[in-house]
């Protein structure tokens, strides 16, 4: 499973570094400062709806694992601002069968945590798209199909999905456009179980 990043600095989940992710905050934080850009723990506190020393010690705990970084361009005087370090994360679906059974209960909560995440997402989107344009609303897509495929397939559906979006990534009539937006794209592949 991969998410596309903005640009290329991909970073591929180990078992370490899942373990260091795997927490709703974490996951909250590193995707406040991907897409939101810089902050300081007291914005980010106040923007999710937590104490300031919560988001500190988790953005420690995301910078011990490589995911973010000090921003110190950002800073006056005594404030600590944070940025990603990572713009993508490439997750292996071997983590869900590693050997040792916490790297199995991080890689499943980390899943859990994404669709959690990306249903939220979703929904947000429903309970403000009065607040968009009738263009940009007639724009959106939220469907599903079912289909009859191998393993085999399924692979190639996948990858292809994949080359389709990231042949739209950096088009450079997006990029200047006066009315251009980060569009947020969810993916979701799997078996349907059938009597």
Do not use: C
């Amino acid at each position: 499973m991969t998410e596309q990043p903005d640009d290329r600095r991909v970073h591929q989940l180990d078992a370490r570094s899942l373990r260091g992710l795997a927490h709703p905050l974490r996951m909250r934080l590193l995707d406040a400062l991907r897409f939101d850009g810089p902050a300081t723990a007291s914005q980010l506190a106040a923007r999710l709806g937590e104490s300031s020393g919560a988001t500190s010690y988790h953005l420690r705990q995301l910078a011990a694992h490589g995911f973010v970084e000090d921003a110190p361009e950002q800073g006056k005087g005594r404030e600590r601002w944070w940025r990603a370090a990572v713009q993508g994360l490439r997750f292996d679906d071997d983590l869900l069968e590693d050997s040792d059974p916490a790297v199995r209960g991080a890689a499943d909560f980390y899943l859990h945590e994404l669709a959690t995440n990306q249903a939220r997402e979703l929904s947000t989107w429903l309970g403000t798209r009065h607040e968009w344009s009738e263009e940009w609303g007639r724009s959106t897509d939220m469907s599903s199909a079912t289909l009859r495929l191998t393993p085999e397939l399924t692979r190639e559906l996948v990858q292809k999905v994949h080359a389709l979006v990231e042949s739209y990534r950096d088009l450079p009539a997006a990029k200047d456009a006066l009315d251009a937006e980060t569009v947020r794209i969810h993916s979701h592949v799997f078996p349907l179980a059938t009597d």
